[in-house]
């Protein structure tokens, strides 16, 4: 099976040693998106819920890129610095997705990269 390596302009360019997204087959694994604004490479302002729409849009720009939509989705990570945010996040990603919903975690941390709130990663299936 053959692989190759999304990347877009449209989201954050990778911070590390990662791609913003990697395709093999018909599933493709999004990286975590924090929410940086891709242009200026710094996180958002306006708090919890800015930076969770941010991460959500550029969650969107690489799966687009990747041939897809945030519609393929069969699984989401997402991590919170603080859990109290989580009902914020319930709301925010019902403007981003619809039934069925994909299998997803939140996960607790102690801090995020550049001291983002929030980040997620994916796993899309397309053609699915």
């Known amino acids: 099976m053959s692989k190759s ?4 302009p449209a989201a954050p360019a990778a911070i590390g040693t ?3 997204a990697v395709k093999a087959g018909n599933t493709v694994y999004l990286s975590g998106q924090i929410p940086l604004d891709p242009v200026s490479m710094t996180l958002v302002e306006g708090g919890f ?3 969770t729409v941010q991460m959500f849009e550029n969650l969107k720009a690489v799966a687009e890129a990747a041939g897809g939509s945030l519609a393929d ?3 989401l990570t997402i991590y919170l610095t603080d859990l109290s945010n989580f009902a914020t996040v319930n709301t925010v ?3 981003y997705f619809s039934e069925p919903y994909p299998a997803r975690a939140a996960v607790g941390v102690k801090e995020l990269p550049r001291g983002s709130l929030v980040e997620a990663d994916a796993i899309l299936v397309l053609g699915a």
């Not at 390596?5 to 877009?8: H, M």
């Open 5 to 8: 390596i999304i990347s877009t």
């Open 18 to 20: 990662y791609s913003q």
């Open 49 to 51: 819920e800015a930076q």
């Open 73 to 75: 989705a069969v699984k």
């Open 93 to 95: 990603m019902a403007r």
